[in-house]
């Protein structure tokens, strides 16, 4: 079992739905959880960062940690045709430290 | 000015080839690494540094070395090049007072 399962997608929405990406882990032991996008032929960066379950909001992006589950979850509201990229999730034990990526998920928002 | 460079943004190279990747940060952060991206898009650790001392080394070919002269710089070589070395080469650097690292542009590397 990978540390981090990801659906890689393709995931295709109009302009304006809202959008819900995911990802689980396997170990508990798990803190830091962050999400990265990254646009076509660049690097990722950093989207939104957690260590606590529950709801962290910045803008039209949500991030949601469900440690019991371990599961998180990454929603854009009123989805824009510049959200078109790849959009990964990231855990890590500790801050900043050997950091694991999922597979990324590739959305595309339609005009 | 640029956070994480590296250089060159893109290598094509014959079989057997040795090359050498460069990065730089000019953030201070005490750890730099290098990921793999393959086709489908998975970021792979490959190495860390923290303060010169290699903390992480994945199970990569020891064709790949990295080699980090300063706290500032983690370059990557690579010897005798192989057709599945082929991908894009991320370098990154993050420090235990931020939040997530910064990634540099990526380097795409094309064995022929």
């Known amino acids: 079992q990978k540390e981090v399962e990801q659906d890689p997608g393709p995931l295709s929405v109009p302009e304006g739905a809202i959008v819900s990406l995911n990802c689980t882990y396997s170990?508990?032991?798990?803190?830091?959880f962050m999400w990265y996008r990254q646009y076509s032929r660049k690097g990722p960066e950093l989207l939104m960062y957690t260590y606590s379950s529950g709801n962290k909001e910045d803008g039209r992006f949500t991030a949601q940690v469900d440690k019991s589950s371990k599961y998180i979850s990454l929603f854009i509201r009123d989805s824009q045709p510049s959200d078109s990229a790849t959009y990964l999730c990231?855990?890590?034990?500790?801050?900043?430290?050997?950091?694991?990526f999922g597979a990324g998920t590739r959305l595309t928002v339609k005009p | 000015d640029t956070a994480v460079s590296q250089t060159p943004k893109y290598l094509v190279t014959q079989m057997g080839n040795d090359k050498s990747i460069k990065c730089e940060q000019n953030?201070?952060?005490?750890?730099m690494y290098w990921y793999k991206q393959d086709s489908k898009k998975f970021l792979k650790i490959m190495f860390s540094y923290n303060n010169k001392e290699l903390i992480i080394n994945e199970t990569v070919p020891n064709r790949f070395s990295p080699k980090s002269p300063d706290k500032a710089h983690l370059n990557l070589h690579i010897n005798s090049l192989e057709l599945g070395d082929s991908a894009v080469y991320f370098c990154?650097?993050?420090?235990?007072?931020?939040?997530?690292?910064?990634f540099g542009s990526g380097t795409r590397l094309t064995v022929v």
């Open positions: 170990n508990s032991a798990f803190q830091y």
């Open positions: 990231a855990i890590s034990i500790y801050n900043n430290n050997d950091m694991r």
């Open positions: 990154a650097s993050g420090g235990e007072n931020n939040y997530g690292y910064t």
């Open positions: 953030l201070g952060h005490d750890t």
